[in-house]
């Protein structure tokens, strides 16, 4: 059994998406090179489900490894 960890995804939409996956470091990796290319970013879930987002509506990306863990935070 995995270890999952709940991420959220806040967009310009005023809406923010909440996604459990299993590398939440290899998330933060894909979302920067995403950016950087003003590509969309892939997220696939724990369940295994894909997502597409568009890198450069991100607002900012929260990883809740705990209860006291802070977000990761983009501008």
Known sequence: MSDNVKVR???????????????????IADLE??????????????KGERHGLVAEKIVFLEV??????????FS
Do not use: C, H, Y
Request: charged share 25%.
């Open 9 to 27: 995804i806040g967009v310009q939409a005023a809406r923010e998406l909440e996604f459990e996956v299993e590398d939440p470091a290899a998330l």
């Open 33 to 46: 090179a995403a950016i950087a290319e003003g590509a969309m970013l892939w997220i696939t879930d724990a």
């Open 64 to 73: 809740d490894k705990g209860k006291n863990s802070p977000g990761v935070g």
